[in-house]
């Protein structure tokens, strides 16, 4: 879905302000259930050390990239880690292990053919019978993409990821506004929380984002690009949970973009959207980029005629994202 414009400010006075008064009441509604399900479950015990990488609002705080930089951290320490994802909009029996030559994103979506990357991935919606597949396979810690509101498996970590710029939107719970339950709710459930930046000299407003008294570690990290964009005219197109911030760090690298297209979060793109944006691309006489998320969405005869733009996590301090990792470890042998 795109997000409604109503989703991005508490102001009373903007735009949209009496559509979200209007249904603030489902919303409370949305919440209660939510907390209903998380405490009438009763967790399943975890073979291994579970970190769950999750936030409180829907899409596009960089979940899946701190996860890839968590798994990476993970090898240095040591450790055979495994990816766990619920496999969303996937066709796949699950569980099931991801084989990136084998899988599409049509068969187990596209943030577990990402994570495939780093290590072994795997698809559970429940994550249960995931995490004890992984193990089985080899795994002794298992890094899970999202989940901070699935209580079906327990979690040795919960950390949140929140976006430092848009924050919690509305600061509204679904769908009045961006959030999948209450800020200090969500926040209670952390054992950190993880800012996402634009850049690395960019200050968060710890107040706004209800972070200046938690007594759990708050780290910050950006995205990076692992490669230059290419160059020349770019004609950008993203289909993520905000893909401004696509089109905005491409322009921060010095790219020459021509033009930009957004899309919902994990949208399937047709023949007609490929159509459009090669007739796009070719009026502006430039090159299709698009997210590697996105891009392992795209049928793979289009996948070589567009570039895949790769980025990556970055830690103000990484030694504080390894002890992270060891002291999952040693609360799960304790």
Same mark, same amino acid.
């Given at each position: ?31 209660? /259930? ?59 029996? &699950? ?48 890094? /899970? ?39 200090? &709710? ?9 800012? /996402? /930046? ?137």
């Amino acid at each position: 879905m795109r997000p409604p414009a109503f989703w991005e400010t508490e102001a009373p006075r903007s735009s949209g302000a009496l559509t979200r008064a209007l249904i603030s009441p489902l919303g409370w509604i949305y919440a209660a /259930m939510t907390a209903r399900r998380i405490a009438n479950t009763v967790p399943a015990k975890a073979p291994a050390p579970v970190i769950c990488v999750g936030n409180i609002t829907l899409g596009g705080t960089g979940k899946t990239p701190v996860a890839l930089a968590l798994l990476e951290a993970a090898r240095r320490l040591g450790r055979t880690p495994a990816a766990l994802s619920r496999g969303w909009k996937g066709t796949l029996p &699950t569980p099931a292990k991801v084989e990136p030559d084998l899988h599409t994103a049509r068969d187990v979506g596209d943030e577990p053919l990402l994570l495939a990357r780093a290590a072994p991935a795997y698809i559970d919606p429940g994550r249960v019978q995931g995490a004890h597949l992984a193990v089985e396979q080899g795994a002794d810690l298992i890094i /899970m993409d999202d989940g901070h509101q699935n209580p079906k498996l327990e979690k040795t970590l919960s950390i949140v990821v929140v976006d430092a710029v848009s924050g919690w939107g509305a600061n509204k719970v679904f769908p009045a506004g961006p959030l999948r339950e209450p800020v200090k &709710t969500g926040l209670a459930r952390a054992d950190a929380v993880i800012v /996402m /930046m634009p850049s690395p000299d960019f200050q968060p407003n710890y107040r706004k984002l209800q972070l200046e008294d938690l007594n759990i570690p708050v780290l910050t990290a950006w995205l990076e690009p692992s490669a230059p964009a290419p160059e020349g005219p770019l004609l950008a197109f993203a289909g993520i949970g905000r893909p401004q911030k696509f089109f905005d760090a491409l322009k921060a690298d010095g790219a020459e973009l021509a033009d930009a297209v957004s899309f919902p979060d994990h949208h399937g793109f047709s023949a007609g959207d490929i159509a459009r944006l090669k007739d796009l691309a070719e009026a502006h006489h430039a090159q299709l980029i698009t997210t590697e998320k996105d891009w392992v969405r795209l049928p793979q005869d289009v996948q070589t005629q567009v570039a895949a733009w790769p980025v990556r996590a970055t830690f103000a301090e990484p030694s504080r994202v390894e002890a992270l990792i060891e002291r999952a470890v040693e609360r799960f042998e304790a």
